[in-house]
């Protein structure tokens, strides 16, 4: 079973500080995503990336950085915290093969901004 | 506009019975996929089912049945047989231009709560 792992399950920051989201996957897959879920707004994309060191703007990047340097790992960088950031965090990785090839998520990040 | 709608913030069914759950989408593409994800309230996303834009059959996994009518554009779930572990919110996602190779993320709807009502 592909397993996403995410670093945090729940984390508090105060406005302005640096956050890390780290997410790790074991399936050695080229795709990796970052979503945030809002009540009423569904999943969201931030950013994703197809491969190594490569990266794309989602619907909604502002805000926020990622960081692939390894194959498996995908970093989501808050570079000042603000409240309306205070959401949930969903990682996710998708091999490149298969047009019906689902995204397997992490569990969540529950980041709260204060 | 909305790429994928679902228009029941919640819905209630009784344990044993049928219950669908409903989802439109938008897109000019000739070649799209329509995923329905299961989340409970860990939190965890649980992929349910898949249907291709050129399948020709509706998607089937086990409980849960697709009931895909392109021309209307909608992509409808069902569960069957309903059971008190099926409480979750339910989403609906698309990806587009699988043709193209060029987009493989998945835009999700807002999601629906099913509670089931033992």
């Known amino acids: 079973d592909v397993k996403v792992t995410q670093s945090s399950r729940y984390l508090v920051k105060r406005t302005g500080e640096k956050v890390f989201l780290e997410c790790v996957q074991d399936?050695?897959?080229?795709?990796m995503f970052w979503y945030r879920q809002d009540p009423g707004l569904g999943l969201r994309l931030i950013y994703f990336?197809?491969?190594?060191?490569?990266?794309e703007k989602g619907d909604i990047p502002e805000g926020y950085s990622v960081s692939r340097e390894k194959k498996e790992r995908f970093s989501l960088i808050l570079e000042s915290a603000s409240t309306n950031q205070t959401s949930m965090y969903l990682c996710?990785?998708?091999?490149?093969?298969?047009?019906?090839?689902?995204?397997?998520f992490g569990n969540g990040t529950r980041l709260t901004v204060t | 506009a909305q790429k994928i709608t679902q228009t029941q913030p919640g819905m209630f069914v009784q344990e044993k019975e049928a219950v669908t759950l409903d989802c439109t989408y938008d897109?000019?593409?000739?070649?799209?996929?329509l995923f329905w994800y299961k989340q409970p309230s860990s939190g965890e996303m649980i992929f349910l089912i898949y249907?291709?834009?050129?399948?020709?059959q509706n998607a089937t996994e086990g409980r849960y049945s697709l009931n895909f009518q392109k021309a209307r554009k909608s992509a409808n779930l069902v569960i069957s047989a309903s059971q008190l572990g099926d409480s979750a919110m339910y989403f609906c996602?698309?990806?587009?231009?699988?043709?193209?190779?060029?987009?493989?993320?998945?835009?999700f709807g807002s999601g629906t709560q099913l509670t089931v009502l033992p």
């Open positions: 990336s197809y491969d190594v060191k490569m990266k």
């Open positions: 399936m050695d897959h080229e795709n």
């Open positions: 249907q291709g834009s050129y399948d020709e």
């Open positions: 996602a698309m990806r587009e231009g699988i043709s193209s190779g060029s987009a493989r993320q998945l835009t």
């Open positions: 996710a990785s998708r091999s490149w093969t298969g047009n019906n090839s689902p995204l397997h």
């Open positions: 897109t000019s593409d000739q070649s799209y996929g």
